[in-house]
């Protein structure tokens, strides 16, 4: 076979490519996300999706949904909220990893963070050892993607009585700074399509825990947010 020649544009552009793929991994990377979540590809991220909810309720199959997400992930930006739940937590993990890497991609950073984490460093100054709660609100308002993963009643109820407080405080500082907060939820949220399911909304008890989460774990009936909810599943509901 005759040897291929590149060209010096074609080898230039290469090499663009490859510092362009190794300059998004660094970030990835730098927004802790786990390693073996760092490239997620859109046939993975399609299976994950709970498929009744998109065809029946969103009115598009998951083919079409994951190809969006994919081939358009600067579209993403517009929503204030990106909202995951269904599934098993490795499973919503999975989904907003793939969702956070996408963004990064768009040359942005980023943060992954347990909800548990996240909400533990409300607790108060004096349990505080590196920085103050205000400070940590101002971090976790700056970065362009925020992914907070598996909120639960729990991760809230251990802290201060004021952690709603400042956690409204930083979702509601990304919402005006547009940059956008992926949440994930241990319980399911409500949804259309099965509303009498217990639900996080079941149990939050308003402004209890801050009016946005309130807000956002109910927003298929409320909108008080834009959002936009993305539903995954399981193998069990695959198979059935």
């Avoid at 098993?88 to 793939?98: I, L, V, W, Y």
């Amino acid at each position: 076979m005759p040897e291929i020649i590149q060209t010096d544009e074609q080898r230039l552009k290469q090499r663009r490519l490859y510092q362009l793929a190794v300059a998004i991994i660094k970030r990835a990377k730098d927004a802790d996300i786990p390693e073996n979540m760092l490239r997620i590809d859109r046939k993975v991220f399609k299976s994950l999706l709970y498929e009744k909810y998109f065809t029946e309720i969103r009115k598009i199959s998951t083919e079409k949904f994951s190809n969006a997400i994919y081939d358009n992930s600067d579209k993403l930006f517009t929503y204030p909220f990106i909202l995951i739940d269904g599934g098993t937590s490795n499973e919503r993990k999975m989904a907003g990893c793939a969702l956070l890497f996408r963004m990064i991609a768009c040359g942005k950073n980023g943060k992954y963070e347990q909800f548990n984490s996240f909400a533990h460093k409300f607790q108060g100054s004096k349990n505080f050892e590196e920085q103050s709660r205000t400070a940590y609100v101002e971090e976790m308002s700056t970065y362009d993607v925020l992914f907070l993963s598996e909120f639960s009643l729990e991760n809230v109820k251990s802290t201060s009585p004021d952690a709603g407080c400042y956690i409204d405080e930083v979702l509601e500082k990304r919402k005006d700074k547009k940059r956008p907060t992926i949440i994930s939820f241990y319980k399911p949220i409500y949804s259309k399509d099965t509303p009498d399911v217990i639900t996080s909304t079941t149990t939050i008890v308003e402004n209890t825990y801050g009016q946005y989460l309130y807000a956002l774990s109910n927003h298929e009936k409320q909108q008080l947010h834009k959002a936009l909810r993305i539903k995954v599943t399981t193998k069990k509901e695959i198979k059935e």
